[in-house]
């Protein structure tokens, strides 16, 4: 059974930074990525970055290219996100889960993974940046 749980959410001000947390239990780190996503009140979920363990590759989306930085420990069964540089646009509920990419220009599109089954998407961790 594979059950993810983001953590590490807060408070911030603008240009703020901070460091989430998921602790990836029985996610199949040898075969298939997994990343970050975000659902800010009223919007739909969307991808942020996925990294491939197996692969050593990572990808991000256009709008936390360059601020946001993705890894893990697969002996850990962790994900983290570096988030440098916070703005108040990026204040929404963050969760992990399966994640694939398509290419987009010079950044990424990041889509949930389906063919992973890891339940609900738990809480997430909430992250509020302020002006």
């Known amino acids: 059974e594979v059950q993810l749980q983001a953590s590490g959410g807060g408070s911030v001000q603008t240009g703020g930074y901070l460091r989430l947390s998921c602790a990836a239990y029985?996610?199949?780190?040898?075969?298939?990525?997994v990343g970050w996503f975000r659902q800010a009140p009223g919007q739909e979920r969307e991808g942020i970055s996925c990294i491939s363990s197996s692969e050593g590759t990572s990808y991000y989306a256009e709008f936390v290219k360059g601020r946001f930085t993705i890894s893990s420990d697969s002996a850990k069964k962790m994900v983290y996100l570096q988030m440098n540089n916070l703005q108040p646009e990026d204040t929404a509920v963050y969760y992990c889960?399966?994640?694939?990419?398509?290419?987009?220009?010079?950044?990424?599109?990041?889509?949930?993974?389906?063919?992973?089954?890891?339940?609900?998407w738990g809480q997430g961790t909430q992250v509020t940046v302020s002006s």
């Open positions: 889960g399966a994640c694939f990419v398509q290419a987009s220009g010079d950044s990424y599109v990041v889509y949930v993974d389906n063919r992973i089954d890891f339940g609900d």
């Open positions: 029985g996610f199949p780190f040898d075969s298939y990525a």
